[in-house]
C-alpha cells in the first residue's frame, strides 16, 4: 500500500525526519508558508516515508528501506507523475536519505538518473552582525525592502529573478508579501542582489539569496544578509543558513554574517531527462 498524506497528518511522519533542518522544514510546512508532497507506506501507523520539498526539489526518504510494495509503487509514482512535472522547467533535484540502507534502493527508485554524492552544510545564525554594514554599500546602489510595492514595481527591468526565488519557495507571490519579508540591493532600474525569507514559521527561517553575476565581488551579499538577520533578529526569529560544502563563497558570507556549522550531511544531486 501507497498513500499521500494530506496536511493535516503531515506531524505523523516528523519522528521520521529529526534535528534541526527538519524542523525548519516541518514548521514551514505546517504553517502553511511551504509545499510537499508526502508517501506513506500506511496512513495511520507508516513505516516507509517519501517526503518531497516542493520548495527547493529535495526528495527524502527514511524509515524502513525494505518495503518492496512501497518501493515499487513509489518509483512508479515518481517516474510517472513526478518527473513529467519538473523535466520542462526543474530537471535538477537533491536526494537525502536517513539511513545509508536505502543506497541499495536508490539505482531501482530513479532508474532513469544518474546521482553523484556530495555534502552539504546547515548553519545557524549566532553572532551579532556588524553595525556598520548600511556603511559599506556602495555608492550608486540603494538597500529596498522586497514587499507589494517592490515586487510589482515597473522600474525594476529584471524583477523577473526575484519573482522566480519566491514562486519556486512559497505557495504565491500573494501569500509572500502577507507573511514573507526579504531586502534587495538596487542600482538604477536593475536588481543586483537579494536576500529573501524561505520556510518560515513564527520563530525560524531560512534564507535565499542570490547576486546577479554582473554584481558579484563588490560585497553585496553580505549587505543584503547582514540586513536580512538584523530584521529577523527584531522579530525575534532564529534565522538558518544551508550550502553545499563545496560552495566557498556562500560559506564565507555566512560567517561574516555571524553563521556557524551544526552540522553536514551526505546529499545526492540528480538530474531528470
Not at 514551514?28 to 517519501?50: M, T
Not at 517526503?51 to 525494505?66: M, Q, R, T
Not at 518495503?67 to 507523475?81: C, D, T, V, W
Not at 517592490?150 to 501569500?175: A, C, G, T
Request: net charge positive; glycine share 4%.
Amino acid at each position: 500500500m501507497i498513500a499521500e498524506l494530506l496536511f493535516d497528518e503531515y506531524e505523523k511522519v516528523k519522528p521520521f525526519f529529526l534535528g534541526l533542518e527538519f524542523e525548519l522544514l516541518f514548521s514551514a510546512l505546517l504553517e502553511g508558508n511551504s509545499l510537499a508532497q508526502i508517501y506513506v507506506d500506511n496512513r495511520s501507523k507508516p513505516k516507509s516515508v517519501f517526503l518531497w520539498d516542493k520548495a527547493n526539489n529535495v526528495f527524502y526518504l527514511s524509515g524502513d528501506e525494505s518495503n518492496i510494495h512501497f518501493n515499487n509503487k513509489l518509483s512508479k509514482i515518481i517516474h510517472e507523475q513526478i518527473v513529467p512535472v519538473l523535466i520542462p522547467h526543474r530537471p535538477y533535484f537533491r536526494l537525502r536519505r536517513i539511513s545509508s540502507k536505502w543506497d541499495q534502493k536508490l539505482p531501482f527508485l530513479l532508474s532513469r538518473t544518474h546521482l553523484k554524492r556530495g555534502c552539504y552544510m546547515f548553519l545557524s545564525h549566532q553572532n551579532v552582525v556588524g553595525l556598520d554594514w548600511k556603511e559599506r554599500i556602495p555608492t550608486g546602489f540603494t538597500l529596498k525592502k522586497i514587499d507589494k510595492n517592490f515586487l510589482y514595481s515597473p522600474r525594476y527591468k529584471n524583477i523577473e529573478f526575484v519573482l522566480r526565488e519566491i514562486l519556486q519557495m512559497w505557495p504565491s507571490i500573494d501569500h509572500y508579501i502577507k507573511f514573507g519579508f526579504g531586502f534587495s540591493l538596487v542600482t538604477k532600474d536593475r536588481v543586483a542582489c537579494f536576500c529573501t525569507a524561505e520556510y518560515l514559521s513564527k520563530d525560524k527561517c531560512g534564507n535565499g539569496i542570490k547576486t546577479l553575476q554582473e554584481y558579484r565581488n563588490k560585497g553585496l551579499a553580505t549587505i543584503a544578509a547582514s540586513a536580512f538577520v538584523q530584521h529577523c533578529q527584531h522579530k525575534r526569529i532564529k534565522t538558518y543558513w544551508e550550502c553545499n560544502v563545496e560552495n566557498l563563497v556562500s560559506r564565507r558570507v555566512a560567517a561574516k554574517v555571524g553563521f556557524i556549522k551544526e552540522l553536514a550531511y551526505p546529499m545526492y544531486f540528480g538530474k531528470f531527462s
